[in-house]
């Protein structure tokens, strides 16, 4: 059975947002839309959302949404200045972004992106793009599929597993996600196995990133989001790994301005900073993770515009 979709974290990022009654926001992670209708609850008559997400089964719900004050586009959220070109600079007050997968896209076996469901190894979020997980596994080189698995899912054994990918693939393809878990599991030796954790979990997850470019796509934004937002506008981020988590306190770091010796008398608002991140990571309560086990490794971090 398909799991309905929890929205993470979703009154802190609503609180986090400080939503004004006539402010302008974006969801860029529309998913099945639980943020963008908390975020609906709270503007006025004058108030806007735009909302982006590139799956299909997401669009569908946002049609539903009969709200004169939301739009939404189909596409990656890197280009949602394209599809709403009226967003130019300092236009929003607010940025949502839910990284990782939605519950509907693990559970829908068709889609490919869980290794305890038997479906086509697909995993593209947005199926009108070209490359799919099938095609990258049985066709990307011993030290391609050794980089991505060891990179982007920051796997020790990359090596065993490419090695194993490429001795599977040459005596048959590999199609579905069951395959390429079975094959991963064989790769890495048991006493590594972790209860309770798939040994494929990091394998399937940089597989994913790497197939829909997901830390790019987060970089895109974060480069537009300074010259979009509003001075006092909130970029809310909500991450599941530490690639996310890094590229974004990466970016924070490099909008911060240099820092001074406290002893050089001059003024904070004189150190040129662009984006400060505002407290701690936020992370879900022990009430919300019972009620949705997935949100476990969510981390919210808020960066407000200066």
């Not at 829908?108 to 199926?127: C, I, T, V």
């Not at 066709?139 to 194993?164: D, M, Q, S, T, W």
């Not at 809310?236 to 301005?257: Q, T």
Request: glycine share 6%.
């Amino acid at each position: 059975m398909t799991q309905q979709h929890i929205p993470v974290l979703l009154q802190e990022a609503i609180t986090a947002l400080q939503i004004s009654p006539e402010g302008y926001y974006f969801d860029g992670t529309f998913g099945r839309g639980g943020h963008s209708r908390a975020i609906l609850e709270q503007l006025g008559p004058t108030g806007r959302l735009y909302a982006t997400d590139r799956d299909p089964r997401a669009a569908e719900v946002a049609a539903t949404i009969a709200d004169s004050r939301f739009a939404f586009a189909r596409g990656e959220f890197s280009h949602f200045m394209d599809y709403f070109p009226e967003l130019g600079k300092e236009s929003l007050d607010g940025i949502l972004l839910d990284l990782g997968v939605s519950s509907p896209q693990l559970d829908e076996a068709e889609r490919g992106f869980s290794f305890s469901r038997e479906g086509e190894l697909d995993m593209r979020m947005n199926p009108d793009t070209k490359l799919t997980a099938k095609q990258f596994v049985n066709h990307a080189e011993y030290g391609e599929l050794v980089n991505v698995i060891a990179c982007l899912g920051e796997e020790r054994f990359a090596k065993p597993i490419a090695k194993h990918i490429i001795r599977r693939r040459s005596t048959e393809t590999i199609k579905t996600t069951t395959q390429l878990a079975d094959i991963v599991s064989s790769a890495v030796p048991a006493r590594f196995h972790v209860p309770g954790r798939h040994p494929a979990t990091r394998t399937f997850q940089a597989i994913r990133i790497h197939v829909n470019r997901e830390l790019d796509e987060l970089q895109d934004v974060l480069d537009k989001a300074y010259s979009v937002l509003k001075k006092g506008g909130r970029l809310v981020i909500i991450s599941f790994h530490s690639l996310e988590d890094n590229r974004v306190k990466r970016y924070v770091k490099s909008m911060a301005g240099d820092e001074l010796p406290p002893e050089i008398p001059v003024a904070d608002n004189a150190m040129f900073k662009k984006m400060k991140l505002l407290g701690r990571p936020i992370r879900p309560s022990e009430t919300e993770i019972t009620h949705n086990p997935r949100a476990r490794s969510s981390l919210m971090r808020v960066i407000e515009k200066q």
